[in-house]
């Protein structure tokens, strides 16, 4: 689902990255983000819906590049709570 939603994406030893979702979905999302990510990498992944407080977090796999900083992510298994709230945001498929 087309979603734009405010993400920081940690990677492992490394500061922040800003970034924004462009799709969000069950199994993952794409962002367009501030700094380049390598692929293959696990960042740990925090987005939030301002309006409402829903707050989603976990840790996903970089799985490819589509265009400069703008990347595919795969959500490793999220627990359950945030995957319920992932679901909330996404409605039902």
Same mark, same amino acid.
Request: glycine fraction near 12%; hydrophobic fraction near 45%.
């Given at each position: 689902m087309r979603l734009a939603l405010p993400c920081v994406l940690t990677p492992p030893a490394s500061s922040p990255i800003w970034a924004e979702t462009i799709d969000?979905?069950?199994g993952g999302m794409s962002v367009r %983000? %501030? $700094?380049p990510l390598p692929t293959d990498a696990t960042v740990s992944f925090d987005l939030a819906r301002d309006d409402d407080h829903t707050h989603v977090e976990g840790r996903a796999t970089v799985l490819r590049s589509s265009a400069p900083r703008v990347y595919g992510l795969e959500f490793e298994q999220l627990e359950a709570?945030? $995957?319920e709230r992932l679901l909330e945001l996404v409605g039902p498929a």
């Open positions: 969000l979905g069950e %983000a %501030a $700094r709570p945030m $995957r």
